[in-house]
């Protein structure tokens, strides 16, 4: 039985030579989260298409945001604004309602 052939090739050797390319990521632009209480910002990112990584504490004692929405957003990483690929990461520091 012989192999078939494409365009004079044989079919292993046509398969060998076909390259893919991997398609480029889609660039988001980054919401803004700031001034926002934790759950509406991480809710906007993941909408944006954005993974949100671990809240930092803005008082440095590195508390763990457990009910989200009695915290807020002081800043975040990147920037409102920003333009990043479709998956990046984003992190937010945050300070509970009732911190100074």
Same mark, same amino acid.
């Given at each position: 039985? +012989?192999?078939?052939?494409?365009?004079?090739?044989?079919? %292993? %050797?046509?398969?060998?030579?076909? +390259?893919?390319?991997?398609?480029?990521?889609?660039?988001?632009?980054?919401?803004?989260?700031?001034?926002?209480?934790?759950? #509406?910002?991480?809710?906007?990112?993941? #909408?944006?298409?954005?993974?949100?990584?671990?809240? %930092?504490?803005?008082?440095?004692?590195?508390?763990?945001?457990?009910?989200? #929405?009695?915290?807020?957003?002081?800043?975040?990483?990147?920037?409102?604004?920003?333009?990043?690929?479709?998956?990046?990461?984003? +992190?937010?520091?945050?300070?509970?309602? #009732?911190?100074?």
């Amino acid at each position: 039985m +012989t192999t078939p052939s494409v365009a004079g090739a044989s079919a %292993e %050797e046509a398969t060998s030579t076909v +390259t893919t390319q991997a398609p480029k990521a889609a660039k988001i632009k980054v919401p803004p989260g700031v001034g926002l209480d934790y759950q #509406s910002a991480q809710d906007l990112w993941r #909408s944006a298409g954005l993974h949100v990584a671990p809240a %930092e504490d803005a008082t440095g004692a590195n508390r763990i945001p457990v009910i989200d #929405s009695n915290w807020v957003v002081v800043s975040q990483d990147p920037k409102a604004g920003s333009m990043v690929e479709a998956g990046s990461f984003i +992190t937010a520091t945050v300070k509970k309602d #009732s911190d100074d």
